[in-house]
């Protein structure tokens, strides 16, 4: 026994990574791949179901509870940000060092990128048969919103552009109170069921104009495999 337990520790030792920054970029690509994969294959089974399988408000839990399990996946190694907008203002607080932005930005669109992967494998058959293989942006079959957040036809560039101001704020501000020792913050160990609570509201309340997507990494990742992946340039105008 005592045998076993010593080789075991040895391949601990090996596989453990101990440069604080790689881990804490592999934290932040972990929670976003968590996430970003709950959110998405709600995203995937509303669209490609017809409705059946679900509504918008299931996709609002989806991304709530998948925030919720990002933070519980890799909470205590980074943070669990998640979204290049929280790191950013972590950064303005003090509490990140501005250095490690880059490679927690770089970990968050890489998790939302592979999640966007792992969902257009699991849900291809669906997506083809839903589609007839022509991959739109546009149209009554259009399935490029699976993946990224687009903006309603009547919404202009400067509506969209105060929709995700307000969107962000209201985010950002609701988790710095959620967090606040000296105010009135969330129950210790309920953080992270507070804040998947927090991303289902805004997105019950500020879905409609294009998408809530209140997070550079959960939108960029997933528009940058859809341009790979067959929808073309057409994801980026």
Request: a positive charge.
């Amino acid at each position: 026994m005592k045998t076993y337990k010593k080789i075991l520790s040895k391949i601990h030792r090996v596989i453990s990574i101990r440069n604080q920054w790689v881990r804490e970029g592999l934290a932040e690509l972990l929670a976003t791949f968590v996430m970003m994969m709950f959110g998405l294959a709600s995203c995937a089974q509303v669209v490609l179901g017809k409705h059946q399988f679900g509504q918008y408000l299931s996709i609002n839990l989806s991304f709530g509870i998948g925030v919720t399990m990002g933070m519980h996946v890799a909470g205590g190694v980074s943070g669990a940000h998640m979204n290049c907008a929280v790191s950013l203002t972590n950064c303005v607080l003090g509490n990140l060092q501005w250095k490690k932005l880059p490679i927690y930005v770089l970990g968050q669109i890489l998790g939302a990128f592979l999640a966007a992967v792992v969902v257009y494998c699991l849900y291809a058959e669906a997506l083809y048969t839903y589609s007839g293989g022509n991959l739109t942006v546009t149209g009554p079959l259009e399935t490029a919103s699976i993946f990224a957040t687009y903006p309603q036809p009547y919404l202009s560039i400067g509506g969209g552009f105060l929709d995700q101001v307000i969107g962000t704020g209201a985010l950002l501000l609701c988790i710095l109170a959620i967090i606040d020792r000296k105010n009135s913050p969330a129950l210790k160990g309920t953080e992270a069921l507070v804040v998947g609570l927090l991303v289902t509201v805004i997105g019950m309340s500020m879905g409609m104009n294009s998408g809530y997507a209140i997070n550079p990494a959960r939108d960029f990742g997933p528009r940058i495999f859809t341009a790979i992946a067959g929808w073309g340039i057409e994801v980026f105008r």
